[in-house]
C-alpha cells in the first residue's frame, strides 16, 4: 500500500475511531509532515486525512463537553445525563 493510499481514509472510516487513536493518528501525521520530504500528492492525502481526524476530534470534544454540561444533580443528589437536543448541527 502506498503512502498516499495509507493516508486517505474515507470520512465513514474515521467516524468509527475513539478519540483517542484519532488523536494519536493525528499525531503521526503531523510528525511526519514536519519530518519527512515527502512526494505533494502524499502531504495532499496526509493533510486532508489530518484534517479531517482534527474535525472528527474536535467533534467529539464537543460532544463531550455538552454531555459535561448536562449532568445534573437529581432529587437524591446523583447525576442524571440529560438527552441532546437534536437540533444540533451533525457534519
Known amino acids: 500500500m502506498s503512502n498516499a493510499k495509507g493516508a486517505d481514509k474515507s470520512a465513514a472510516d474515521l ?14 501525521i503531523v510528525e511526519s509532515l514536519e519530518a519527512q520530504e515527502l512526494p505533494l500528492e502524499t502531504l495532499l492525502a496526509r493533510y486532508e486525512e489530518g484534517a479531517r481526524l ?11 463537553e455538552l454531555k459535561i454540561q448536562q449532568l445534573e444533580k ?18
Open 54 to 64: 482534527a474535525a472528527l476530534c474536535q467533534g467529539k470534544l464537543s460532544e463531550a
Open 74 to 91: 437529581n432529587a437524591k443528589g446523583g447525576l442524571s445525563l440529560q438527552p441532546l437536543p437534536l437540533s444540533e448541527e451533525k457534519e
Open 15 to 28: 467516524q468509527d475511531l475513539p478519540f483517542e487513536e484519532a488523536l494519536k493518528r493525528l499525531e503521526a
